[in-house]
Nanobody
Framework: VQLQASGGGLVQAGGSLRLSCAASGGTFSNYAMGWFRQAPGKEREFVAAISWSGGTTHYADSVQGRFAISRDNAKNTVYLQMNSLKPEDTAVYSC???????????????????WGKGTQVTVSS
């Protein structure tokens, strides 16, 4: 499975961005999906995850209530809607997937099989 993230950019604090991650090379609906981010000088951290059908979502405490993950299995794409952005949200955002048919919870345990090339999000104060 190949993953490609897009949609990053420069935005002022309080603004919004929507990231997209297009998947190819597999049966997209068989994969849970997630978003991670890495800020300069910091370790990569989990942001959000979504189940195969999209019926279950899970968020890091730091983005709960501001970010929303969703997917369109017909378009082989997962999204991350980011609202009320803060300077501390500045990071490279990457999409990821566990092995086929693995639960989204696997992403929280480091069970990542596929990584997409990240997209830079910069939030100015």
């Amino acid at each position: 499975v190949q993953l490609q993230a897009s949609g990053g950019g420069l935005v002022q604090a309080g603004g919004s961005l929507r990231l997209s991650c297009a998947a190819s090379g597999g049966t997209f609906s068989n994969y849970a999906m997630g978003w991670f981010r890495q800020a300069p000088g910091k370790e990569r951290e989990f942001v959000a995850a979504i189940s195969w059908s999209g019926g279950t979502t899970h968020y890091a405490d730091s983005v709960q209530g501001r970010f929303a993950i969703s997917r369109d299995n017909a378009k082989n794409t997962v999204y991350l809607q980011m609202n009320s952005l803060k300077p501390e949200d500045t990071a490279v955002y990457s999409c990821a997937a566990p092995a086929e048919n693995d639960s989204w919870k696997t992403l929280l345990d480091g069970g990542i099989e596929y990584w997409g090339k990240g997209t830079q999000v910069t939030v100015s104060s």
